[in-house]
């Protein structure tokens, strides 16, 4: 019995016999509370603020986000959120399919009670700060971290980690922590996207002539400075079309979100949308490899701009796959890759 030893963490003491647990916590990217201009404002501002999202500083780049950028973004992120809201929670579907992913995980660890399953934002709530001392009082000594995108980018992963990391730094009794790796290339991965391209193409009653994989963009400054972002995603759509025994013309990587004035990588989801109607393809599917839960930049970005621009360059079908989210399929993989990464720990 050591229920009498205490050790100091933050500010609450957390006694031996209550250790011993391993906690996995599932990072997701982040959301608003709300689609008025207050709350968008103040998650705009969050995100924006981020060294690593938006490397700008200095005093003209505070005038232009404060000055330009929190001005306007918030009514016209607003208004994209408010197309795709879950009225019926009243919050965002990257919220909502985050906590079910975790509730789908947590019920595959069943009977186990030295395993916890959470999950966190990187921006807004939960924040990852909350949930990993909600997850140090219930006595995880262990934390797996689980950043929920298969490419790395220091604008996603890296920043969810130093987050993680800057949190630690606050405690004086630190959980014992490791890192899933970027699953860009991870068999199970490659096989559940292609799987989910399969089922759905079968769902549909025409025949598409090309796929679209778009990822999410990144400042091309981004890459030469040594983020391995780039070279990942055409990682992932290689094996894919390697997996669907498609040739590089029917799985087009593409680049969406492209934002601000500087470089981003190329070609553009839209433009190659809109290209392709105008050189004849009338069925198109779309892809978002890069996601591994459905939001704002594949709900409204995707499901209804680029099918519109592509619809009214000529187009006739177009539908838009939906991520893996809390799939079986999904939650299988998630799985494999957490197991795999619990090796000794339980
Ligand atoms: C302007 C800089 C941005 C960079 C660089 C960037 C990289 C990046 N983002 C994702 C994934 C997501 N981004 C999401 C929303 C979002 N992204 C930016 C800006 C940058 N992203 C903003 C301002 C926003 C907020 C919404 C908006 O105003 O458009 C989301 C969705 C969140 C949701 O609640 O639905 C995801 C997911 C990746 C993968 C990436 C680089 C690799
Ligand atoms: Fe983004
Ligand atoms: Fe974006």
Redesign the pocket.
């Known amino acids: 019995m050591q229920s009498s030893i205490h050790l100091k963490t933050n500010s609450k003491s957390l006694a031996l016999a209550d250790t011993g647990k391993t906690g996995i916590l599932l990072i997701?990217?982040?959301?608003?509370e709300a689609t008025d201009y207050r709350s968008m404002r103040r998650?705009?501002k969050q995100?924006?603020s981020d060294k690593r999202?938006?490397e700008s500083s200095g005093p003209v780049w505070w005038l232009v986000l404060n000055g330009i950028i929190l001005r306007k973004?918030p009514k016209?992120?607003g208004r994209?959120?408010d197309l795709i809201w879950n009225r019926e929670l009243d919050e965002?579907?990257?919220?909502t399919v985050t906590r079910s992913q975790a509730a789908a995980l947590a019920k595959m660890f069943g009977g186990k009670a030295n395993v916890v399953v959470d999950w966190a934002m990187r921006y807004g709530k939960p924040s990852i700060d909350d949930v990993l001392q909600r997850l140090t009082d219930k006595g995880c000594d262990r934390i797996l971290l689980f950043p929920l995108?298969p490419?790395y980018?220091g604008?996603?992963t890296g920043t969810a980690l130093d987050n993680v990391f800057d949190v630690l730094k606050t405690m004086r009794h630190q959980p014992t922590i490791r890192s899933v790796a970027p699953y860009y290339d991870h068999p199970a991965h490659i096989k559940a996207l292609a799987d989910s391209i399969r089922a759905h193409h079968a769902t549909l009653d025409w025949e598409p002539e090309v796929t679209i994989a778009s990822?999410?963009?990144?400042?091309v400054d981004?890459i030469k400075k040594g983020d391995p972002?780039q070279d990942q995603c055409e990682a992932t759509v290689a094996m894919l079309r390697e997996e669907l025994g498609f040739p590089d013309w029917k799985l087009l990587l593409t680049y969406q979100?492209r934002?601000?004035r500087t470089e981003w990588l190329t070609p553009d989801t839209e433009e190659t949308a809109v290209g392709l109607a105008r050189d004849g393809i009338k069925n198109l599917t779309i892809i978002a490899p890069?996601?591994a839960?459905d939001?704002?930049?594949t709900l409204e970005e995707l499901h209804i701009r680029a099918v519109d621009a592509f619809l009214k360059a000529g187009g006739v079908n177009c539908s838009v796959i939906p991520c893996l989210n809390d799939s079986t399929d999904s939650i299988n993989m998630l799985k494999t890759l957490i197991d795999s990464n619990l090796q000794g720990w339980i």
Do not use: D, M, W
Not at 215 to 219: A, F, S, T, V
């Open positions: 997701n990217l982040g959301t608003p998650y705009l995100f924006l999202v938006v973004r016209t992120s994209a959120y965002s579907p990257l919220k995108y490419q980018s604008a996603t990822l999410h963009g990144l400042p981004f972002y979100s934002s601000g890069g996601f839960t939001c704002i930049e």
